[in-house]
């Protein structure tokens, strides 16, 4: 039976614990409406309740305590979800070495912590009109790769789960900052662990599979992306009654690995897949499954900054672009327009789905950006996270967990 688990967030529960005597407060009333506005999804007001209760708890609770840690998270957290970076950068900064001296410098919530100030750092130089060469994310990642098999050495227990939120983590958010040898040993590791710990059929162990997997795929090493990725497919297919985001991101991969082995039945096995999939849900837009990036045109090594051009094109009821050109309005230079063409004319999607039927899609338009300092294949998990994949997946977990 297929097994699904929590996320980071919820896996190491930062909560406000208070017994039903604690007097009504400030503080308390702060963090009850906080608590509403996060369950109807206001995320401005969570940001003003959130603020109002850390404020508040700071006069109320000692300063290594465990319900301020939590108010501060929450406030962290919320101050992210309102794009206010600088104060989420500020404060996960603030909760990581505040997690350090209680928890441990290398504990589980330690590291997720860092995970969490990784990730708003991110945002917050995603923001920035000048790029650094190596930012502050990039080193603080560096030193979580650095530290990571120490942490699950001290902590055998948790090791499987820490390997797992990093991995989970570069899966998210991306990975073409580090080394694709480093990456890959990391994911490697953790995917034993993963096996060991929680069997093939765990989508943490599959999520991990499937990285490494993307990870091979950007390494042009083809024999291992259908090695590993086959495994993946297969568990999937058998445990749910419709397709899953991630085989189908798999069967991208493993349709073009195919291909570059010289299998052709294989490439025509996988691309049938994608296009007689199961969709979870009646109505479905199209969904990106494989990106390649744009070569950077030798002519234009001498230019300065980055480039985009606006491409438009049509995507088939089995998910191939056709019909690519140029979009009307593109202000891309003339330098960039092949190799933009180019780019997305290998890209692979799931179709559109109407009435439970795949149809084509005409008039997709996207923006491709070209970076003087990075050329390859984006290999971030494009997760189609509906109610529906969530439900199911909870369905799996709750029925796994009775057992």
Known sequence: MLKRYLSLATAVAFSLGMSAQTHASEMTSAYQQYQQAVSTGDTTQAFKYASQAFNAGQQEYAADSDNLFALQYNYAVAAGQVGKYDIAVDQFEALASNAAQQFGKLALKTLATRLDWYKALLQKEQTRKVKLKVSGATLLMRNILDELEQAATAYPADGANMYYMVASTLLQYGSAQFSQQRVAGTVNQGLKLAITSWGEQDMRTLEQRYLLGRLSYAAADFNQVVATLEPLTATLDQSLSYTHPLTLQARALMLEAYEQLAQPEKVKQHSQHIAQ???????????????????????????????????????????????????????????????????????????????????????????????????????????????????????????????
């Open 277 to 403: 999939m199961k969709p979870w849900q009646a109505h479905l837009e199209p969904v990106l499954l494989l990106r390649k990036m744009p070569r950077y045109p030798q002519v234009a090594t001498d230019l300065t900054g980055d480039a985009t051009v606006k491409v438009t094109f049509d995507i088939s009821a089995a998910g191939n672009v056709e019909n690519v050109r140029i979009s009307d309005d593109s202000a891309g230079s003339k330098v960039f327009r092949h190799s933009a063409m180019e780019a997305v004319q290998q890209w692979r999607y799931m179709p559109r789905f109407v009435d439970g039927k795949a149809v084509e899609t005409e008039g997709m338009t996207v923006s491709v950006d070209f970076d003087s300092k990075f050329a390859g294949y984006d290999y971030r998990f494009n997760h189609a996270s509906t109610d529906y994949v969530k439900a199911e997946e909870a369905r799996l977990r709750n029925q796994s967990n009775a057992k």
